[in-house]
């Protein structure tokens, strides 16, 4: 009877998430019952956002470099969207590049600065998203040398980690403005300070934080900045590189003269309309939004906390971004607590996205010092703004019983208990 009863409970949901998705003009993924909390992966295109692209794939399909009246208008609707992101990030046009998304701009960022004999070092964090350290691992391979700030238990970096190891000999700081796995804020303008005194650039990769806090890149003080459209209910395949004026910095894809000469390749008009019309209700609405989403978040938490023992939290519980949730469930491994939810049509994440399919534990959570064995029974949930609380209950009420279900035949459970 128990199992009838949660059926017909899932049937009443999943019909109560149709009408709301009708009345917001939008459906959660490819099947209405699906319950998706995976928005720091991605998000799902707005209607308003998909309308406002469409007569560019093929109407206004010109190349924007092309001189005739067609390539024109093409190129017209570009530099509106560079006018209108730069209006909305408080920077000028002319600092702002488009890029394929937050993994080109993040090698940009590395791979594009200026080594010399004087500076040839760089610092990055040790929780950077895979893009940031990736491109500091072919760096260092190439003779830079690379210096790995730590992080504290709870995931934030402190100044005086970087005021430690930080001097004239710098030529590039990277952190991360907002963690993409446990959703941990930095300090971002106060180590972008500590950077400026030593005369070394500063890039932040914000591309989890657009559209959840706010963003400038002057009040932070960098000297450069990312952010990517699919983040913020925008098109996947592109992003927006932020690089003040009068830094000096190397081409990463060359072969053309578009973006002012910084960045070739045939201008991606469509999604760059794309990336603007998102950007700019995301902004707009962001502090309803954060506060809808965190009130929803901590309401999750804490039915977490009252209904699963052996939980942990990932990650401080101040500054932290609203969307994310980030627990380990012990004695099991998040792998198989990912597919058993799945199962049920819950779809979260183990970890960042950009790291599926590895066997690896988060860096993230063993950069703070948790135990290995705990790490891979990591699980990040992340909420977005048309999840409801009739699905978290839900949620929770699959997720106690996966995790006794799992814990029954964890090895781990029974060596506990005896």
């Not at 106060?190 to 070394?200: D, M, N, P, R, S």
Request: hydrophobic share 40%.
């Amino acid at each position: 009877m128990a199992s009838n009863k949660q059926t017909t409970s899932k049937e009443q949901l999943y019909q109560s998430n149709s009408k709301i998705n009708e009345k917001d003009n939008f459906t959660i993924g490819c099947h209405s019952n699906n319950i998706y909390l995976d928005h720091s992966a991605t998000t799902p295109v707005d209607k308003a956002v998909l309308k406002a692209m469409t007569p560019y794939f093929c109407d206004t399909f010109a190349n924007a470099s092309s001189v005739h009246s067609m390539g024109q208008k093409a190129n017209s609707a570009v530099d509106l969207a560079r006018r209108k992101v730069a209006e909305i990030l408080k920077v000028k046009p002319t600092e702002i590049y488009f890029t394929s998304g937050g993994t080109e701009c993040c090698n940009w960022a590395m791979m594009g600065v200026v080594i010399t004999e004087k500076r040839n070092k760089v610092i990055v964090s040790s929780i950077e998203h895979a893009a940031v350290l990736s491109s500091a691992k072919r760096l260092k391979e190439q003779g830079v040398e690379v210096i790995y700030l730590p992080v504290n238990k709870d995931g934030f970096i402190e100044v005086s980690s970087l005021e430690a190891v930080i001097d004239d000999r710098v030529a590039l700081v990277a952190v991360m403005l907002a963690n993409n796995e446990i959703g941990t804020i930095q300090p971002v303008k106060e180590l972008a300070a500590v950077a400026k005194k030593h005369g070394a650039l500063f890039f932040t990769d914000a591309v989890q934080a657009v559209g959840s806090i706010p963003v400038y890149p002057t009040e932070l003080g960098v000297d450069m900045l990312c952010l990517s459209a699919h983040k913020f209910y925008g098109p996947k395949g592109c992003g927006v590189m932020y690089i003040r004026g009068g830094v000096k910095h190397n081409k990463l894809i060359t072969g053309g003269h578009q973006e002012r000469n910084q960045r070739g390749g045939t201008t991606n008009v469509p999604l760059i309309v794309g990336l603007a019309a998102a950007l700019q209700p995301a902004v707009e609405n962001l502090e309803r939004n954060a506060k809808k989403i965190g009130r929803l978040r901590d309401y999750f938490v804490k039915e977490v906390f009252d209904k699963v023992p052996h939980v942990i939290l990932n990650g401080g519980k101040n500054n932290r971004l609203p969307q994310n949730a980030n627990f380990t469930f012990e004695f099991i491994e998040g792998e198989s607590l990912l597919l058993s939810l799945d199962l049920s049509g819950i779809a979260c994440s183990s970890g960042s996205a950009c790291s599926s399919g590895s066997l690896e534990p988060s860096h993230v959570l063993m950069a703070m010092g948790i135990e290995e064995e705990k790490a891979h029974g990591s699980i990040r949930f992340t909420f977005g703004k048309y999840n409801t609380k009739a699905e978290v209950d839900l949620v929770v009420a699959e997720l106690v019983v996966a995790v006794q279900r799992l814990r029954k035949m964890s090895p781990l459970w029974a060596m506990y208990n005896s």
